[in-house]
């Protein structure tokens, strides 16, 4: 998967894409709308961080390319790549269960801690790109 040059983007589905894992300095993009709600990116190698309407959203370490996010009340979707493995972070309903799937298999449930994080490990190589899933 490519990285996202501009950063954050609108997609032709009406998902966004977002993050840029090669940049060797931070880069942010503020104030980018998209579906009535104002987004904000900041990447590069060790870190990729997303707000939308100035709440946490999407983080991870080190930092990823995320394309076609999609985000429901019942479910959360994207493809992410990167040069190594990954831990990311998304703001969810807190206490709740969710399945994760990752490539279309699943990893099993998980909960919500009381502030609404759920973290999850990906193993990303250069090349490849990975899909998440995760439901309620």
Do not use: W
């Amino acid at each position: 998967m490519a990285v996202v040059e501009e950063l954050l983007r609108s997609e032709a589905d009406g998902t966004i894409s977002f993050g840029n894992h090669v940049l060797e300095e931070k880069a942010k993009k503020i104030d980018f709308e998209h579906c009535g709600d104002l987004y904000k990116v900041k990447t590069f190698k060790t870190m990729t961080r997303l707000s939308k309407n100035g709440m946490f959203v999407y983080g991870s370490v080190p930092g990823t390319s995320v394309a076609h996010f999609k985000e429901t009340a019942e479910e959360i979707s994207f493809r992410v790549s990167g040069s190594e493995d990954a831990q990311i972070t998304l703001e969810l309903n807190e206490d709740t269960e969710y399945e994760v799937f990752v490539d279309d298999k699943s990893i099993g449930k998980m909960k919500t801690n009381l502030g609404g994080k759920l973290n999850i490990s990906v193993e990303l190589a250069e090349t490849q790109e990975v899909s998440v899933r995760i439901t309620k």
